[in-house]
T-cell receptor, first 112, second 112 residues
């Protein structure tokens, strides 16, 4: 089973920041938080990941609470192309020691 | 630099038949994972291959089997196809611990 809880859907106005929450209250000390998104008819695309510190890259920012029980993915200036299903995943040991389990994700609608 | 490539892109089979799906990982990646994605659902983990061995397996019956070749490419085989096997089959590759997954765009399998 997925170790995360996400709202099933969210709306965001184009040009505004999209803030996608994720709850992972049972996260272990060695588990990272990963975010992927899936645009219709394509494979999931990696966005960002982090352990405990906030992270930023060219796509998004990841804010992880101090107790690491929740996180927020921030798309700073949402565009229509950001309409997708966003998946939050926690995993330890990367890809050889742990299964990467997807939940149902959050369907983000960017409104023009 | 080619990403993850999967073939074929679409496939139609009849119940009871067998199917083989193929995946070439991203250059430099040595680990391949396979996922099944039913319509409207998140990707479900099938299994992962590293060093030509199955390292992790999800909750899928033995009808689902795989192989990894010395060049790191991989095959997914499904025997005795059922209507419920109709789905998008995704291949993902990675390298090293905590490395994000890179996905192909999948093979759409329809079982009639």
């Amino acid at each position: 089973d997925a170790k995360t809880t996400q709202p099933p859907s969210m709306d965001c106005a184009e040009g505004r920041a999209a803030n996608l929450p994720c709850n992972h209250s049972t996260i272990s000390g060695n588990e990272y938080v990963y975010w992927y998104r899936q645009i219709h008819s394509q494979g999931p695309q990696y966005i960002i990941h982090g352990l405990k510190n906030n992270e930023t890259n060219e796509m998004a920012s990841l804010i992880i609470t101090e107790d690491r029980k929740s996180s927020t993915l921030i798309l700073p200036h949402a565009t229509l192309r950001d309409t997708a299903v966003y998946y939050c995943i926690v995993s330890s040991g990367g890809n050889r020691d742990d299964k990467i389990i997807f939940g149902k994700g959050t369907r983000l609608h960017i409104l023009p | 630099d080619a990403g993850v490539t999967q073939s074929p892109t679409h496939l139609i089979k009849t119940r009871g038949q067998q199917v083989t799906l193929r995946c070439s990982p991203k250059s430099g990646h040595d680990t391949v994972s396979w996922y099944q994605q039913a319509l409207g659902q998140g990707p479900q983990f099938i299994f992962q291959y590293y060093e030509e061995e199955e390292r992790q397996r999800g909750n899928f019956p033995d009808r689902f089997s795989g192989h990894q070749f010395p060049n790191y490419s991989s095959e997914l085989n499904v025997n005795a196809l059922l209507l419920g096997d109709s789905a998008l089959y995704l291949c993902a590759s990675s390298f090293g611990q905590y490395s994000p997954l890179h996905f192909g765009n999948g093979t759409r399998l329809t079982v009639t």
